[in-house]
């Protein structure tokens, strides 16, 4: 992301791209930030959910590619059960939720709760839980929002897809940490704007600072 960053950066630095009343320099700060925030986790709940024998084989396999801690997560507490910890990650869930919030309070906008509802209920029906990762989210769904950002209001896409398209993800994801069947599959951490989301959220959030170029 750190190379996709580089040429949005520069364009911020000119002056061209602005999300609603969010101007250039903040935005910036705002991406870097999301990029930086990442890595850090607030715990919120714990709960329990189930190690299960297919994440035992293949635990070596899906720690290399989504850089969690599973094996030795499969070795801690009980043989059988995650004490599951759910987690909200600071770039992927806080600081994108204050500049959310920031944008509703300074430039109201029903249309992006409308759009906000449909993507909640895509990222519902085709997020997963994934075993010892958390709930994945595909990356390219906020792209969802922009058709019906520029349908309902092509002056606004820039905000309407960064409120509808992180906030639905955000929503979504929760939705699915609700339901999710703690009987049939678990995690360590199931981290809400991190692991398995944060890219889902990140890419819509350059996608959003991208469009106010051409808007």
Do not use: H, W
């Not at 704007?193 to 600072?209: D, E, P, Q, V, W």
Request: hydrophobic share 55%; glycine share 8%.
């Amino acid at each position: 992301f750190a190379l996709v960053l580089l040429p949005i950066a520069a364009l911020c630095i000119k002056g061209s791209l602005s999300i609603g009343t969010i101007p250039a320099y903040p935005l910036l700060a705002i991406l870097v930030l999301m990029l930086a925030g990442s890595l850090v986790e607030i715990p919120v709940l714990k709960t329990r959910s189930k190690k299960t024998d297919q994440l035992v084989r293949f635990a070596p396999i899906i720690e290399d590619i989504y850089a969690v801690p599973i094996v030795r997560e499969l070795n801690i507490g009980k043989a059988r059960v995650f004490d599951t910890t759910i987690t909200l990650n600071i770039g992927g869930c806080i600081i994108p939720l204050i500049a959310i919030i920031y944008l509703f309070l300074t430039q109201s906008n029903i249309t992006a709760l409308q759009v906000m509802l449909i993507i909640v209920v895509a990222v519902t029906l085709l997020s997963e839980m994934m075993n010892g990762v958390g709930i994945l989210v595909p990356q390219s769904i906020g792209i969802i929002a922009i058709p019906f950002s520029l349908l309902t209001a092509a002056q606004d896409t820039a905000s309407i897809t960064f409120i509808a398209g992180i906030g639905g993800i955000l929503l979504g994801t929760i939705a699915s940490v609700v339901a999710f069947n703690k009987e049939n599959s678990g995690s360590a951490y199931i981290s809400i704007g991190g692991a398995g989301n944060f890219k889902a959220i990140y890419i819509t959030a350059l996608l959003a600072s991208l469009i106010s170029y051409f808007t």
